[in-house]
Antibody
Framework: QVQLVESGGGVVRPGRSLRLACAASGFTFSNYAIHWVRQAPGRGLEWVASISYDGSNKHYADSVKDRFTISRDNSKSTLFLQMSTLTPEDTAVYYC??????????WGQGTLVTVSS | SYVLTQPPSVSVAPGQTARITCGGNNIGSKSVHWYQQKPGQAPVLVVYDDSGRPSGIPERFSGSNSGNTATLTISRPEAGDEADYYCQIWDSRTGQCVFGSGTKVTVL
């Protein structure tokens, strides 16, 4: 079955960097675009970034553009999110989600990132 | 950027019908997807492409979309349907995905 497992979350100080990973299994990873979606505590869902099936096309939310970088390693069925210059507003649960025709049928369980001094 | 507007909360009595709206400029021209999220869990897709229902989703969940409003309807909701619900579209102009602000559904 399709599985997405995020890792790499934790507590980080403002201004520092963190890299998240999303390990995929149960499907042909290289055939699908994958996205990052986050949810701040007590808040709604916020789309963060997307990457095409082959990594050639990337899009970012305005709130993270120039600070976050999405990438993928199809040989390892793994998605990454490199986050830099973190602020407390980046505190959230980060989900990876597989795109199926502009919608998300499969989600990971999320990894919590806390930005605090 | 494109904005999707949802009411913060909707309350419904058992046996009645819950309608959750999602407003956006000419949203009827876009495909709208709906997600259910319970506390501590990842979102679950309950309606896709305005009115499609993924396998495993009960028939009491349905959707419609026209003009400036998309609607998720829950017929005869059950206690287990209490959750936050989010609409989502793809903004082809910017290449960005957009979520609505979310609606908390309470079954009285």
């Amino acid at each position: 079955q399709v599985q997405l497992v995020e890792s790499g979350g934790g507590v980080v100080r403002p201004g520092r960097s963190l890299r998240l990973a999303c390990a995929a299994s149960g499907f042909t990873f290289s055939n699908y675009a994958i996205h990052w979606v986050r949810q701040a505590p007590g808040r709604g869902l916020e789309w963060v970034a997307s990457i095409s099936y082959d990594g050639s096309n990337k899009h970012y939310a305005d709130s993270v553009k120039d600070r976050f970088t999405i990438s993928r390693d199809n040989s390892k069925s793994t998605l990454f999110l490199q986050m830099s210059t973190l602020t407390p507003e980046d505190t959230a649960v980060y989900y990876c989600a597989r795109e199926d025709l502009r919608r998300f049928r499969y989600w990971g369980q999320g990894t919590l990132v806390t930005v605090s001094s | 950027s494109y904005v999707l507007t949802q009411p913060p909360s909707v309350s419904v009595a058992p046996g009645q019908t819950a309608r959750i709206t999602c407003g956006g400029n000419n949203i009827g021209s876009k495909s709208v997807h709906w997600y259910q999220q319970k506390p501590g869990q990842a979102p679950v897709l309950v309606v896709y492409d305005d009115s499609g229902r993924p396998s495993g989703i009960p028939e009491r969940f349905s959707g419609s979309n026209s003009g400036n409003t998309a609607t998720l309807t829950i017929s005869r909701p059950e206690a287990g349907d209490e959750a936050d619900y989010y609409c989502q579209i793809w903004d082809s102009r910017t290449g960005q995905c957009v979520f609505g602000s979310g609606t908390k559904v309470t079954v009285l």
